[in-house]
């Protein structure tokens, strides 16, 4: 799987937009961009994932650029709750393919 | 949304003792299920791909004879660590496809904390 590189931490003020970045310029054409988020002592939890258009649901847009090199995640309006680890991670398509966590970005919502 | 469930939550076992973690699907089939280890302040490592109906594929560093994996069913898998030693306490996750689609993501379960004294 293509290697991803993100900013170890950020913060973001409650209310506002939360953008993370993510590299992954080694992207081959059957690999998807995932995101996945994790609270403290608990398991990743499933946020979105895209191939190369932009995707929105619920929780959150992705941002992929037109060479696929990089992404964004973005929270639109992060609360004290978003406080977790981001992992961005890029899959192989196909169901029995294997997820490989890098370090991630710890993202700290404040007041 | 697809849901994986892991028991127990946290255990405590004494050194030389096996212990035995639970990872079921709860509405959706899972041929393919993965278990992770995370230690303290570093993420999570993959420790071997659980297959429904065949051996296990650990990764490379990962005894096999010692994290014995059990794809019983298309709904559970079972870890278990075998003669645990302190070394191996760790937080255990499982995650299994929720299988819509061939690019279903994969869904965790909320993790196990195993501590060995």
């Known amino acids: 799987d293509a290697k991803t590189t993100q900013p170890p931490s950020m913060d973001c003020a409650e209310g506002r937009a939360a953008n993370l970045p993510c590299n992954h310029s080694?992207?081959?054409?059957?690999?998807?961009v995932y995101w996945y988020r994790q609270i403290h002592s608990q398991g990743p939890q499933y946020i979105i994932h895209g191939l190369k258009n932009n995707e929105t649901n619920e929780m959150a847009s992705l941002i992929i650029t037109e060479d696929r090199k990089s992404s964004t995640l973005i929270l639109p309006h992060a609360t004290l709750r978003d406080t977790a680890v981001y992992y961005c991670i890029v899959r192989v398509r196909g169901t029995a393919s294997k997820l490989t966590f890098g370090t991630g970005t710890r993202l700290q919502v404040t007041l | 949304g697809a849901v994986v469930s892991q028991h127990p939550s946290w255990v405590i076992c004494k050194s030389g003792t096996s212990v035995k973690i639970e990872c079921r699907s709860l509405?959706?089939?899972?041929?393919?299920m993965f278990w992770y280890r995370q230690f303290p302040k570093q993420s999570l490592m993959l420790m071997a791909t659980s297959n429904e109906g065949s051996k296990a594929t650990y990764e490379q560093g990962v005894e096999k004879d010692k994290f014995l994996i059990n794809h019983a069913s298309l709904t559970l898998s079972t870890l278990t660590v075998t003669s645990a030693h302190p070394e191996d306490s760790s937080f255990y996750i499982c995650s299994a496809p929720s299988g819509r689609g061939r690019n279903s993501p994969l869904h965790f379960g909320n993790g196990t904390r195993l501590t060995v004294t």
């Open positions: 509405d959706f089939q899972a041929t393919t």
């Open positions: 080694t992207i081959s054409g059957n690999e998807y």
